[in-house]
């Protein structure tokens, strides 16, 4: 296999903008001040003796993701791990999600190839290191399977993570894992996608902004600028359908800031209930919540939002306004509520402490709260 040359790795990156963010960074004025040259190159001689074939096998199954959010994103940068509310989602959640959602689609929409109708856009609005897109590309190959599709089908796939099922996320070291995890899901699927630039529908860009037409800021980079205009164009232009995910909790985010101020405004008031109380609308989650909603009920008019989330908002008195809403902006509401509240102490029907889902060995942290899809 050829040798791995950090100095050359630009020319391997499919996204533009983390071409443009990578060339940047790795100019020998902005390396040789902070000391990482040696750093890099010791960081690619260890790479060399990586076993690439094993490596690749292992995180397509879903071994290294795991280990990307516990414990290397904890040792990377644990405050801003903490702000954001990141944890990493279990594989058996998110399958389960996307089954549900995938039933819904053809129960109560009517579209009978679900997940794999070519009208059904899908939208992962903090998709991490891109586990619901993975899951979703499966299911849209799983439901083209035994159609007597033949290469079609290989196509249909690939068509659907460049023009239909799209992830946003903030953070660019996930970022970059999604990239990867979504490719290497397209090459087991036999849909790889072209040498050529062609490149999945995963976008550097926060969620919660850009949804209505607004004067842009000039960003440093024109790759950053091309960056921002393709995820806008998702959000203000395509009929989105679906949107699905864990979205960041953090109890403590503070007050959200303009337009994310809007966002939980819209639950700040009630007409038939009484009025919120306390901070809980501050949560991060709350604000995907209202993002959602708005995006399916007041501009698709149809559509499936599924998300796992502190369960806080099922009777918390902050949560009065945004109860109400719901019940007002959609046709049916189902959960499933998972508990794991560590406060609260509760047990399983056999004596168990009832722990949450996002416990994961040798990881004492995790979530505290419990938890609802």
């Avoid at 003796?49 to 290397?72: H, K, M």
Wanted: charged content about 25%; glycine content about 8%.
């Amino acid at each position: 296999a050829a040798r791995f040359r950090w100095r050359e790795a630009v020319w391997h990156l499919r996204s533009p903008v983390l071409a443009a963010l990578f060339q940047q960074l790795s100019q020998p004025g902005r390396l040789q001040p902070l000391d990482l040259v040696e750093v890099l190159d010791w960081t690619a001689a260890a790479l060399e003796r990586v076993d690439r074939t094993a490596f690749f096998s292992r995180f397509n199954t879903g071994e290294a993701v795991p280990y990307f959010y516990e414990p290397f994103l904890e040792a990377f940068d644990p405050a801003l791990r903490k702000d954001l509310g990141v944890w990493y989602t279990p594989t058996e959640v998110v399958q389960a999600m996307v089954a549900r959602v995938d039933n819904a689609l053809k129960q109560d929409l009517g579209i009978s190839d679900g997940l794999a109708a070519e009208n059904v856009v899908v939208l992962d609005p903090c998709c991490g290191t891109g586990a619901y897109l993975a899951a979703v590309l499966r299911r849209i190959a799983a439901n083209l399977d035994g159609q007597g599709l033949g290469a079609l089908a290989g196509a249909r796939v690939k068509a659907a993570a460049t023009e239909r099922v799209f992830g946003f996320e903030i953070m660019p070291a996930p970022f970059v894992i999604a990239h990867l995890q979504v490719g290497l899901t397209l090459q087991e699927l036999d849909a790889p996608l072209a040498d050529d630039g062609e490149q999945a529908g995963v976008f550097l860009t926060n969620a919660l902004t850009g949804w209505e037409p607004h004067t842009n800021k000039p960003l440093p980079f024109p790759e950053l600028e091309k960056e921002r205009d393709r995820a806008k164009r998702v959000k203000q232009d395509k009929p989105v359908l679906v949107i699905l995910g864990n979205p960041p909790y953090n109890g403590f985010a503070g007050l959200a800031v303009d337009e994310e101020r809007a966002l939980s405004n819209a639950y700040r008031s009630t007409r038939r209930v009484r009025r919120p109380e306390g901070q809980g609308l501050n949560d991060l989650y709350v604000r995907f919540f209202r993002m959602a909603e708005r995006r399916i009920a007041e501009k698709t008019r149809q559509g499936v939002v599924c998300f796992i989330s502190n369960y806080s908002w099922l009777d918390g008195l902050s949560f009065t306004g945004m109860r109400e809403r719901f019940l007002e902006a959609f046709d049916a509401i189902r959960i499933d509520c998972l508990n794991g509240d560590v406060r609260k102490g509760g047990k399983t029907p056999d004596g168990e402490p009832d722990g949450s889902v996002f416990t994961v060995k040798g990881e004492s942290v995790g979530i505290q709260v419990g938890t609802a899809i």
